[in-house]
T-cell receptor, first 110, second 112 residues
Framework: GQQVMQIPQYQHVQEGEDFTTYCNSSTTLSNIQWYKQRPGGHPVFLIQLVKSGEVKKQKRLTFQFGEAKKNSSLHITATQTTDVGTYFCAEDNYGQNFVFGPGTRLSVLP | DGGITQSPKYLFRKEGQNVTLSCEQNLNHDAMYWYRQDPGQGLRLIYYSQIVNDFQKGDIAEGYSVSREKKESFPLTVTSAQKNPTAFYLC???????????FGQGTRLTVV
């Protein structure tokens, strides 16, 4: 079946430092979604990427879809304590169901 | 307010009993999903429904059953056949299959 790799598994940063999580697929994807789950909460949709090489920004968050549509990244500039949580990618393999990655758990030290 | 509601938030059951988790949405979404999340893990798909009166097995359907008799409701039954039922269960809905998903608050099921 489709394998979704996400690295790193955990990341501890000092407030103000940058953070990046990577999502890699074994297959070419039609699109990819990113979600954030706060501790004790439920996943909340952040963005969907569809086009090869696409880059989208949401304030301090930058999302990128690889040229080959096999990988994606989420970069947070100057992290804040409100960024704490687990970031999941979810991959759509051309009509099959979205498969969620294992997530990257971000801790931000004040 | 529009949204997706799961109840209850916490649920305790004795081993060997079936239990049904509720999921209701008033977003007029066609697609609905059930996921299981274990501590420190990602989300695994149990069942999904593309439209009313239709549903399909996900990756870990064994020991679970669902129904989709109404567009707004997608209850999940955890049967006694599920070997490790203790987990956090999340329901979600989307306008259509594999578009932006809206999640409920989740039900934390503990089987003792």
């Amino acid at each position: 079946g489709q394998q979704v790799m996400q690295i790193p598994q955990y990341q501890h940063v000092q407030e103000g430092e940058d953070f990046t999580t990577y999502c890699n697929s074994s297959t070419t994807l039609s699109n990819i979604q990113w979600y954030k789950q706060r501790p004790g909460g439920h996943p909340v949709f952040l963005i969907q990427l569809v086009k090869s090489g696409e880059v989208k920004k949401q304030k301090r968050l930058t999302f990128q879809f690889g040229e080959a549509k096999k990988n994606s990244s989420l970069h947070i500039t100057a992290t804040q304590t409100t960024d704490v949580g687990t970031y999941f990618c979810a991959e759509d393999n051309y009509g099959q169901n979205f498969v969620f990655g294992p997530g990257t758990r971000l801790s931000v030290l004040p | 307010d529009g949204g997706i509601t799961q109840s209850p938030k916490y649920l305790f059951r004795k081993e060997g009993q079936n239990v049904t988790l509720s999921c209701e949405q008033n977003l007029n979404h066609d697609a609905m999903y059930w996921y299981r999340q274990d501590p420190g893990q990602g989300l695994r798909l149990i069942y999904y429904s593309q439209i009313v009166n239709d549903f399909q097995k996900g990756d870990i359907a064994e020991g679970y059953s669902v129904s989709r008799e109404k567009k707004e409701s997608f209850p999940l039954t955890v049967t006694s056949a599920q070997k490790n039922p203790t987990a956090f269960y999340l329901c979600a809905s989307s306008i259509e299959l594999n578009t932006e998903a809206f999640f409920g608050q989740g039900t934390r099921l503990t089987v003792v």
